[in-house]
């Protein structure tokens, strides 16, 4: 496989008494969606944190391109190509969806005598179509205010603001929570497009069938450790979940168990008779 675009290793973070990373891993490749799942209270918020600049973790080390970097502000992340769409969205309802996708990064005309110039609203309006229109969002009127928007539109412009700076890897923290089932298909619509843009997507969701839906490859995280990773299409809802859970873990030492008493129990007669001997004697 190609080189990790962007890598966790060991990480560690602790709130107080709490341990939401322990050893974390996670790896993420050019151009793909890769889901990162875990049950609530897992880590997943605490692993995108980290690796988005906005907590530094207390161990471990994260890379880029396989060098380890230290990202201490999201800016710092930033650098390296690295958005983030969260939960709450953060944009502003009363400005238009333009104004929004240049938020702290606004255009300006050109001041005199080296001033700051003036706000470029056309220029902003320019690029904002441009950009909606790449990602086949569908926006009728760029300059009405997003508070006017319906939820998946308005979820399309966070993830169109996203896509419009980092330039290798954006987080999606539960990017469809709280959507109707045409906007949510517009933004996994999204999702795939932004990949196949060459863009690595990291999928935060608690939706099996939409993460076996969009996604390439799957890390699970359970109690701040990675513990499992999966091709998409390789696997099941029930995999995932019992990845997610450690049901799939406590099968695994059961049947492990129960091979290793079937290895040890004597010869003969009796419960062990019927396994199958390691040399082969029936
Ligand atoms: N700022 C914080 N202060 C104290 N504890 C925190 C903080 N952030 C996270 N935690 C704790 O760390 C653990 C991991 O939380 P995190 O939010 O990373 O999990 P998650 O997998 O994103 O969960 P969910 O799916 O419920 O959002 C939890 O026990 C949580 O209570």
């Not at 380890?68 to 939960?87: C, F, K, N, W």
């Not at 998946?152 to 700076?165: H, M």
């Not at 450690?246 to 091979?259: H, P, V």
Request: some cysteine; charged content about 25%; aromatic content about 4%.
């Amino acid at each position: 496989m190609a080189q990790p675009l962007l890598e966790a290793r060991g990480l560690t973070k602790r709130f107080g008494h709490v341990r939401a990373l322990q050893d974390a891993d996670f790896t993420a490749y050019p151009g793909e969606v890769v889901a990162l799942i875990g049950d609530n209270g897992a880590g997943k918020s605490s692993l995108v944190k980290t690796l988005s600049g906005t907590i530094r973790p207390d161990g471990g080390q994260i890379l880029v391109d396989g060098s380890p970097v230290d990202l201490s502000s999201p800016l710092d992340a930033r650098r390296y190509g690295i958005e983030t769409v969260y939960q709450d969205l953060a944009l502003a309802p009363d400005l238009d969806a333009a104004a929004n996708l240049h938020l702290g990064r606004e255009l300006y005309r050109g001041g005199l005598l080296g001033r700051l110039g003036v706000l470029d609203h056309a220029a902003m309006r320019r690029s904002a179509v441009t950009a909606f229109a790449e990602l086949g969002v569908d926006l009728q009127d760029v300059g009405a205010p997003v508070a006017t928007l319906s939820g998946g539109q308005r979820q399309s412009v966070a993830v169109a603001r996203a896509v419009a700076f980092a330039n290798r890897i954006i987080f999606m923290d539960e990017p469809t929570a709280a959507l109707g089932v045409v906007q949510r298909g517009r933004v996994l619509d999204t999702v795939r497009r932004v990949r196949d843009r060459g863009i690595c997507v990291v999928l935060i969701s608690h939706n099996m069938p939409e993460v076996l839906s969009v996604a390439d490859r799957v890390e699970v995280l359970r109690l701040g450790r990675r513990v499992a990773r999966f091709t998409a299409a390789d696997t099941t809802v029930e995999e995932l979940v019992g990845a997610m859970t450690g049901a799939l873990d406590a099968e695994a030492a059961e049947a492990e168990a129960r091979a290793e008493a079937a290895r040890s129990a004597p010869a003969g007669p009796g419960p062990g008779a019927d396994a199958p001997r390691k040399d082969g004697a029936q």
